[in-house]
């Protein structure tokens, strides 16, 4: 009786573990689920702060918050299209060098006593224009968007060398974008950087065309059976890279005082590694203007943490390549858990 007893005692507790167990797998999955992607970034940047501030007292202090958002703007303004356009299961890599070409026309038709806005526009228009050609070989020719956009990428910067006769052409009389500090000690370009990322959220959540960028990068096959014009949209993004090109250019050509073949090297890479380790897919359908902006946060307040400990600035290229490495891994790992 005692053996029976014993054994009917201790054979129910397990049953219901089992059944805990399985119940709490789930359970844990749907409070993951609901964790935004970008929650974790938030440690992460909380954490760099806290760490740069006790290695260096020139950290925590308002004139380096403000240095790092200055650095940030000019990664931040052209993150959020390329944010857009990665949903949609799109790259634009040409934006470094169509960047440098926007500083070089700009320079030399303000050198050549054009007016200022005749000067903006045609620097506007030069970033527009490379858009529109990256959106027409992705929507109308077909060719891959990577291997559009490095081709690109390559041809603009070497006409904006061709434009400066490799040499950086200074100018005067253009300082107010980039230097000037209307409110609160803090420079134009970063308050154009907060209108960019406002108007790019409200974009992406409360509009037509940003729920059609998410429909695309899911499933294009099902997005053009709902009736959206996949082309045109896709079109429209890199039309909106453009954009962003063009005003990024006027911003940095600001703050330097010139036009150089040189201007921008690296955006492009330091763009994608933001909006990657903000939460979007390479596989598209997935991404947020806010996970964006704290990627760009992150590798500024790294950056800005290498300058100051005295770190070679090579090392800032060898974080962000491991920062961009470990984003693609966990994006990988996140798609492979979701499949199973």
């Not at 958002?69 to 949609?88: D, E, H, K, N, Y």
């Not at 005067?172 to 209108?195: A, D, K």
């Not at 933001?274 to 902006?293: K, P």
């Amino acid at each position: 009786m005692t053996v029976r007893e014993d054994s009917a005692a201790a054979a129910p507790p397990t049953a219901p573990s089992i059944v805990g167990a399985a119940r709490r797998g789930p359970r844990l999955r749907q409070i993951a689920a609901r964790v935004p992607d970008w929650a974790a970034l938030v440690v992460v940047l909380a954490v760099l702060v806290v760490f740069f501030s006790f290695k260096t007292p020139y950290f925590f202090n308002t004139d380096n918050f403000i240095n790092i958002l200055i650095a940030s703007a000019v990664v931040g303004i052209i993150a959020c299209p390329a944010t857009m356009l990665l949903i949609a299961g799109q790259f634009d890599l040409s934006v470094g060098g169509a960047t440098a070409l926007v500083t070089a026309v700009f320079a030399e038709s303000f050198t050549h006593d054009r007016p200022l806005i005749v000067s903006i526009l045609l620097a506007v228009g030069v970033g527009a224009g490379i858009g529109a050609v990256n959106g027409f070989l992705v929507t109308v020719i077909g060719i891959n968007a990577l291997i559009t956009t490095i081709g690109t990428m390559g041809v603009t910067r070497a006409f904006a060398f061709i434009e400066t006769n490799g040499q950086a052409i200074g100018f005067n009389g253009f300082s107010t974008l980039g230097v000037s500090r209307p409110f609160l000690n803090i420079p134009w370009m970063v308050w154009i950087f907060v209108v960019i990322v406002l108007l790019t959220t409200f974009s992406m959540r409360a509009t037509t065309f940003g729920r059609s960028l998410y429909a695309i990068g899911a499933n294009p096959a099902a997005a053009r059976l709902a009736g959206i014009r996949t082309r045109r949209v896709i079109f429209a993004g890199f039309v909106l890279s453009g954009l962003a090109v063009g005003l990024t250019g006027l911003l940095v050509a600001s703050q330097t005082g010139q036009g150089s073949g040189n201007a921008a090297t690296g955006l492009e890479f330091s763009a994608i590694t933001a909006v990657v380790l903000g939460g979007a897919s390479l596989a598209g359908g997935r991404g947020s203007i806010v996970g964006t902006i704290l990627g760009v946060l992150v590798i500024g307040v790294v950056n800005n943490g290498i300058v100051l400990l005295n770190i070679e600035s090579f090392w800032q290229d060898v974080v962000r390549g491991l920062l961009l490495i470990v984003a693609v891994a966990v994006d990988r790992l996140r798609l492979r858990l979701a499949a199973e």
